[in-house]
């Protein structure tokens, strides 16, 4: 089958950082939905990676390592997915500690700022939703303000409350750029950019951001992912060639019932583009025998219809903005 026709899903979160699942079952559902080479890439965060491993393997996916790395980039935060590296590099460890070092403080911030609105006891109710009290996210405020019924989803929490300017948003520096991309390589991984539509650039900003990634060592850009539409795919093909950038997919899942995207359900990426995980084969590791394991005919997926896969975006309206 040619590489770019694997359903490769190389970018979901489990409750390491803001999904609603362990690691193990998200490996679980990506077998299930008929994904064949899975990562986990939880935000600034690499302590699930092991688990994820083991659990991949045993649900018959190939596996590469993966995280989500939060950067400050031009006002605005950008987000760089690694795939492929050592969990274990203390330099990207240690990085990403850092990285994350100010996110209770931040979350603390978040609190007052809703409470000036009458929203009372944000702080506590996001880090008891948090699975790891390092990694309190927008997306566990937005959860306990659903919870507290002040909202009726997540996704109206962030456009009322935590997008930039509301009461919750409390502005952060992240991690520079060529710091993100150099803990990734430095570690044997590869840096792609996330999510490229999601940012509100100007072309030239944009433009700056793609170049200066490249100067830095980084290699592939997200094309398919959760979050984009026909038009974003198109763009992005075009980006990936322009810039000789290899391609990635990945769903951004978080949660079966908030993700619009489940994993396996992607279109395939264009045949024009060099996926991420061609250039990446050394680094995955194989399930192997165990792989039989993954063929469920019962199972509710699109994979056998790839034509149907196709056309998912078209029945799912993208969502815009970090
Ligand atoms: P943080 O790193 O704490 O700023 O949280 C960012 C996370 O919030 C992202 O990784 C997404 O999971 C989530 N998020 C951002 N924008 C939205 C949105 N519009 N709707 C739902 N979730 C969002
Ligand atoms: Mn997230
Ligand atoms: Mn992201
Ligand atoms: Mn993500």
Known sequence: MPHHLTNADLHSHSTVSDGTLAPEAVAAFAAERGVELWALTDHDEVAGQARARAAALAAGLDHLTGCEIS??????????????????????????????????????????????????GAFEGALRLAGNPDLVTRTHFARFLVEAGVCPNTHSVFTRYLKEGLPGYVPYQWARLGDAVRWITGAGGMAVIAHPARYRFSPTAEYALITEF?????????????????????KYTDTAREFGLLASRGSDFHSPTESRVMPGELPDLPGSLTPVWQALQERITRAGRNKSLRKNPESPTLVGCPELRAFVHLLRPPFSSV
């Open 71 to 120: 950067v400050s980039f031009a006002g605005e935060t950008v987000h760089i997915v690694g795939l492929g590296f050592d969990e274990t590099d203390p330099a990207l460890v240690q990085g990403l500690a850092a990285t994350r070092a100010g996110r209770l403080q931040r979350a603390r911030e978040m609190g007052e700022g809703l409470a000036r609105v009458g929203i009372e």
């Open 214 to 234: 490249i100067e830095h060592g980084g290699r592939g850009i997200e094309v398919v992912t959760g979050s984009h539409g026909v038009a974003d795919v198109m």
